[in-house]
């Protein structure tokens, strides 16, 4: 080897000597600091697996949806689908031994999807399972609707949830947009009784609400429309408005969109109520309505979709036989009689407030549930054979069911 190329030599290890030797910089200046994750909504829907939808395995009381919840991991028990309700809530007695209103950051449960909810209110409804003959357990409620889609089949009885930052809609149904009054979703409408001009108005939409149409006595006022327009009858339901006077009467045409309905019943309220209170409202949407479609809530993006079903023009039976009846006992089995309307047939059959529906046909009271018992007498051209029990006296009588508007 020559004296210059040993030179390089030299020259070449001494460089790669003082790279290794060199101080080792500080961690963040090795490499470009990364960039700040996007921040994440505590809140949000958390989806199982990744994924962005989950259908659940609801259970439908008539029209009303019970979801299956497991509250902090507990046991399942059902939460009412409510969309007009301000916001989720659970009841006491689920919620455990507390003397608080309220839990703090509680996480509900559902098939396939987790909510976490900062503030559960703790609550009581005491009527609500003599109304509906389900005990009260909880409310999927405006909070629940904000965080995800919710779609409804009424018609198969299934409900599915649904991302919204990703959900797209391309089914045959018809997009509306909601307005919102506080928490209620309000939906367009036009309508038409008998003696007045064709109306529009805004209506809540009211999963809740085991009811087609319901007009509130606030509207109908300013309006000036009254039973006195159409031939009308004199109702109440424990389960709208705890029991208040209603008239029933058919509305010549009710339509939403493309959708118009011909000859359905409205229930009109006579009592002046909190819900009526704003004249701009001409009153609700029940789940006896929207049976009729398949429902999709997307209040994430303030719009709700309709797509009918084929129940869009089968017509809705009210009840037939007169009674207003509560559940009561212990496995709400006790049928009582609150309210008898006058000309029915339960009045004619002697039926009078307080007596207890003890089995209807060859069905004791045991082996029904109040839904089953107020779906026997919404069925047109039957005869019931019921048995009364009248403060422990059994009576016999015989109702004709019939169409009473």
Not at 4 to 9: E, G, M, N, T, V
Not at 134 to 147: E, K, N
Not at 231 to 246: C, T
Request: net charge positive; charged share 20%; glycine share 8%.
């Amino acid at each position: 080897m020559n004296r210059r190329r040993a030179k390089i030599l030299v020259a070449c290890c001494i460089v790669l000597c003082g790279w290794a030797m060199r101080p080792a910089l500080p961690a963040q200046q090795s490499a470009k600091p990364a960039p700040p994750a996007a921040p994440q909504d505590p809140t949000a829907a958390r989806f199982s697996f990744a994924g962005d939808a989950a259908q659940i395995p609801a259970v439908f009381l008539r029209n009303l949806i019970f979801m299956p919840v497991r509250l902090n991991g507990g046991k399942p028990v059902l939460f009412e689908l409510d969309s007009a309700a301000a916001k989720c809530a659970v009841d006491r007695k689920v919620a455990g031994d507390t003397a608080s209103n309220a839990l703090q950051y509680a996480v509900l449960a559902l098939p396939g999807v987790q909510l976490p909810v900062i503030t559960l209110p703790v609550i009581s409804r005491d009527d609500f399972a003599q109304q509906v003959g389900q005990p009260y357990q909880g409310t999927l409620g405006r909070d629940f609707f904000d965080r995800v889609v919710v779609g409804i089949d009424y018609h198969r009885q299934t409900v599915q949830l649904y991302d919204p930052s990703v959900f797209t809609y391309s089914g045959q149904g018809k997009s509306f947009p909601l307005t919102f009054a506080g928490p209620v979703p309000l939906i367009r409408a036009k309508f038409e009784v008998s003696g007045h001009r064709s109306l529009s108005a805004d209506f809540a939409v009211d999963t809740a609400l085991d009811s087609g149409v319901i007009f509130y006595r606030g509207f109908t006022d300013s309006e000036r429309i009254s039973a006195a327009h159409f031939k009308s009858e004199p109702a109440s339901y424990p389960e709208v408005d705890g029991g208040a006077k209603l008239f029933l009467g058919r509305l010549k045409t009710f339509q939403i969109g493309p959708y118009q309905l011909e000859e359905i019943v409205g229930d009109f309220t006579q009592e002046k109520t909190k819900a009526g209170a704003d004249k701009n409202i001409a009153g609700a949407i029940g789940s006896n309505f929207l049976r009729r479609f398949t429902v999709i809530f997307d209040f994430p993006h303030q719009r709700v979709i309709l797509d009918p079903n084929v129940q869009l023009n089968h017509d809705t039976n009210e009840d037939m036989s007169g009674l207003s009846i509560i559940a009561k006992g212990p496995n709400l089995k006790v049928f009582e009689v609150v309210a008898v309307q006058p000309g029915t047939p339960a009045a004619r059959a002697g039926i009078v407030p307080g007596d207890v529906i003890a089995g209807i046909g060859d069905d004791a009271a045991a082996d029904l549930t109040l839904s089953a018992v107020r779906d026997l007498f919404r069925q047109i051209g039957y005869q019931y054979k019921v048995l009364i029990d009248r403060k422990g006296q059994t009576i016999t009588v015989s109702m004709q069911m019939r169409r009473r508007i």
